[in-house]
């Protein structure tokens, strides 16, 4: 039995299609096979995803309201206005601010960014912040990343004689805020052909308006905000990061190239998993433990000197939300293993003195072990429980916790994130309310979630060739995932802990006949146990080249 994942091989299409598109395109069947996994069915359709071309993106006045955004943009920039930014403390709404604060910079205006302090001021528009911009007398607001929400607020700025733009992407509420101009992908009727657009897709679309061009220039903060926010690499998106992936590894700007020194990335390698693993982590790190405000600032920055002391500032404060995040987890772990010993389904966790800027990380690492939705709070002085819940595919958390909308100060969210805040002391008739739910009392945690694999391949067929075949699908992310290979085939294997200093990770070694294949399992510690134990009968992965040393 799989220790996390049901799974199942995608559906297989037929050899001749297969065999004939791999004839006409020139590439391997096992590439092009998996390419038809994916809906590309003819050689136009392939070379269009395989050779993604700056050319290839739309025309920036498809989106709504754009020819708006633009004259009065361009307005405001040739008045001498003062403009102001405002953006979102994660990296996709740091990139976004970046690229816009950049393009109207080429055009001379008067441009002020404006990051939210996430404990402070909130997710999205806040009213009290623009009463202090009507105040210190903007003329106009412009929303990256943010905005749609923001009735009440943007009312306000617009009574006050203060325009605002909304440039977004996230759900559009049932009403929308009578802003000046809302640049949206996914607008009711506008049918814009990439609808799945990130903050810094909307905003550098709004630049290359603004430009009259694609800013090239400016693709590196593109790709990062993209490939941070998890849409679908596809179409539109997938232009962005190869085109931006190309320029950090051949032109980086400072701030990433001091980022990557401090992270000991070699820009050659870099990637979009080092978007994922490295650049965004570290660019969300000031949001949860300082001021994202200071990303802004490293990604637009010209100054060596203040590219090197934001990078080293940046990459403390990454190492000290892992170390928070490490120390919350023990705890949190410790009162999770009790809560499902009393025979809760779903757990509900506080602490005090807790760092709210971790509790969603702390919460996914618990579903990720224990199979069982999780909300994890931080208890203040004040006698509010503030947090944040994770779940898997197999449960609605939002649903489960929207029962109890009564008992709560703040609540919002999706199915999979919940962030809530209530009285502390209401928590422990809370946990019993909703794990009396019949949702909740019928969760099955023992349901493992379903996953997809692509390929089942012996160790003898795992080589660099193969490898390298793989690689031109890339960039991989969300809508073109990294292939995952079943292993079935092998004589025996060794599983140890990886490093001697932590027991975190897990090397496995696979041998058949005198071939032999490495396999690292990150995060995979607390099941090595199990793996000596029972031993193993297949593993599911991906393949990677190992750079180390």
């Known amino acids: 039995m799989s220790l996390k994942y049901q799974w199942h091989l ?9 065999k004939n598109l ?45 020819d708006i955004a633009v004259e009065r943009l361009t307005q405001a920039i040739f008045a001498g206005e003062k403009i102001l930014i405002y953006g979102d403390y994660d990296a996709d709404g740091i990139t976004s601010a970046a690229i816009l604060r950049e393009a109207i910079m080429i055009l001379g205006g008067q441009v002020t960014v404006f990051i939210p302090d996430r404990f402070v001021d909130g997710y999205g528009p806040n009213q009290k912040r ?12 412009v929303t990256v990343d943010n905005g749609v929400t923001g009735l009440e607020e943007i009312q306000y700025a617009q009574e006050h004689k203060v325009d605002v733009i909304i440039t977004d992407h996230h759900t559009l509420p049932p009403k929308l805020p009578l802003a000046t101009a809302i640049v949206h992908p996914q607008y009711p009727g506008s049918n814009y ?36 926010d998890m849409v679908e690499l596809k179409e539109e998106n997938r232009v962005l990061v190869t085109w931006g992936l190309k320029q950090i590894q051949n032109e980086p700007r400072l701030g990433i190239e001091q980022l990557c020194k401090q992270a000991h990335i070699k820009l050659a390698d870099f990637g979009e998993e080092t978007i994922g693993f490295q650049i965004a982590p570290r660019l969300n790190a000031l949001g949860r433990m300082d001021d994202a405000t200071k990303g802004v600032e490293l990604l637009t920055t010209s100054d060596l000197e203040k590219a090197k002391h934001l990078a080293q500032e940046i990459d403390k404060l990454n190492q000290q939300r892992k170390d928070i995040t490490a120390e919350v987890f023990n705890d949190a772990y410790i009162k999770a293993q009790e809560q499902i010993k ?39 002085e004040d006698g509010r429980a503030v947090g944040s819940g994770r779940s898997n595919g197999n449960f609605d958390l939002y649903q489960a916790l929207a029962v109890n909308r009564k008992l709560y100060q703040n609540f919002g969210g999706h199915a999979q994130a ?19 739910l019949p949702t909740v009392k019928s969760l099955d945690t023992s349901k493992k979630t379903s996953r997809l694999y692509d390929l089942n391949l012996s160790v003898s067929q795992i080589n660099l060739q193969l490898l390298e075949q793989l690689q031109q699908l890339a960039p991989f992310g969300q809508g073109n995932p990294l292939p995952i290979i079943k292993i079935d085939q092998f004589d025996s294997f060794q599983a140890e802990y990886l490093g001697k200093k932590t027991q975190n990770h897990v090397k496995i070694k696979l041998r058949q006949q005198q071939q032999y294949l490495d396999i690292i399992a990150f995060g995979w510690g607390q099941q090595l146990n199990q793996i000596q134990e029972f031993g193993i009968s297949a593993v599911y992965g991906s393949l990677r080249r190992n750079k180390w040393r």
């Open 130 to 141: 623009y009463e202090q911009f009507v105040q210190e007398g903007y003329q106009l607001i």
């Open 22 to 66: 791999a004839h006409e395109t020139g590439l391997s069947t096992l590439v092009t096979q998996i390419l038809v996994q994916r809906g590309l069915k003819t050689p136009q359709q392939v070379l269009s995803f395989l050779q993604p071309q700056i050319a290839d993106l739309h025309d920036p006045y498809l989106l709504h309201d754009m």
């Open 418 to 436: 919940c962030g809530v805040t209530l009285a502390a002391s209401d928590l422990e008739q809370w946990r019993q309310q909703i794990n009396a």
């Open 342 to 380: 009393a025979g809760n389904q779903l757990l509900i966790i506080a602490g005090e003195n807790w760092h709210r800027g971790v509790l969603g990380i702390v919460a996914g690492k618990i579903v990720d072990l224990t199979n069982h939705p999780t909300v994890i709070l931080d208890i203040l």
């Open 193 to 228: 052909p990439c609808p799945d657009l990130s903050g810094a897709g909307v905003a550098f679309k709004v630049a290359s308006a603004l430009l009259d061009e694609p800013p090239e220039e400016l693709l590196d903060l593109a790709a990062i905000g993209t490939v941070a």
């Open 10 to 18: 995608r559906e297989q299409p037929e050899d001749t299609q297969v």
